[in-house]
């Protein structure tokens, strides 16, 4: 009998993972989808690149990201650290599906959905073959490292990169960035509410279903649309309800208007 290796996200996870303590905030929206589509259909056209709504989502909430200023944080030794930057990382399938890695797109509040696409395809790209050198150094270090002592050394690591922004178990500083993006959708799923990684200390993660036609109420009618399911998931020691309503507003509104996002 062939025994399956662990995938190097799931090693990690079962280090890092306890039962939970912190406060989580959950928020869910559905959009409508019917002008972001439109819209990527005429940015495939002209460019001749595959656009998705991930990569229009993920533009929207960089762009959401520096409106709200104070949700780019994370807990360092019990104290709220302001984020700088609007860094978004992307969930990418690296082995057809048995394992995901991320790709963080760096200044995203500053990208068209074109651009984010153009960043992230060669991201994963570099993830796929090989390339990428701070995979390759932490899934070395994690494959060869004993499962008691993942814990603590993940414990000490979160501090410096997920913390401090220091580079850390070959992870870089901020692995995640400041949001995470998971397209769900793609895995067959309308919606998923995402389990956040303490590793990285990211305060906001957001799920992204699939478009699926819905019913609509415009004025006084009741028409079929294509609709767009978001679930964000939270640190609530850093995101109020009133910040999340500031994000989910800023996004929805961009989706519905996406020509905005250049």
């Not at 991201?123 to 390339?131: H, Q, V």
């Not at 919606?191 to 799920?207: C, G, H, I, M, Q």
């Amino acid at each position: 009998m062939t025994r399956r290796r662990t995938p190097i996200r799931r090693k990690i996870a079962v280090a890092t993972w306890r039962p939970s303590r912190d406060g989580r905030i959950y928020a869910r929206m559905e959009v409508d989808a019917t002008a972001s589509l439109a819209y990527l259909e005429r940015v495939r056209a002209e460019s001749g690149e595959r656009v998705t709504i991930t990569h229009v989502v993920g533009a929207a909430l960089g762009r959401a990201l520096r409106e709200v200023p104070e949700v780019r944080a994370r807990v360092v030794l019990g104290r709220l650290v302001e984020l700088d930057t609007c860094d978004v990382g992307f969930a990418v399938d690296i082995e057809q599906g048995s394992d995901l890695a991320p790709v963080k797109v760096l200044d995203v509040d500053r990208l068209t959905p074109l651009e984010v696409a153009r960043r992230l395809d060669a991201g994963a790209a570099g993830l796929r073959d090989g390339e990428d050198l701070a995979y390759r150094r932490s899934s070395g270090v994690v494959r060869l490292m004993p499962t008691w002592l993942m814990r603590p050394a993940l414990s000490f690591a979160s501090l410096l990169a997920g913390g401090l922004g220091r580079s850390a178990l070959g992870q870089p500083g901020f692995p995640l960035g400041t949001a995470f993006v998971s397209n769900v959708g793609t895995l067959g799923l309308d919606e998923a509410f995402l389990a956040p990684l303490p590793f990285a200390r990211t305060p906001v993660y957001l799920a992204v279903g699939a478009v699926q036609p819905r019913p609509v109420a415009i004025g006084d009618e009741v028409v079929v649309r294509p609709v767009l399911v978001l679930v964000a998931t939270a640190d609530h020691r850093i995101v109020d309800g009133a910040h999340a309503g500031r994000l989910a507003s800023i996004v929805r509104d961009l989706l519905l208007d996406p020509e905005r996002l250049g």
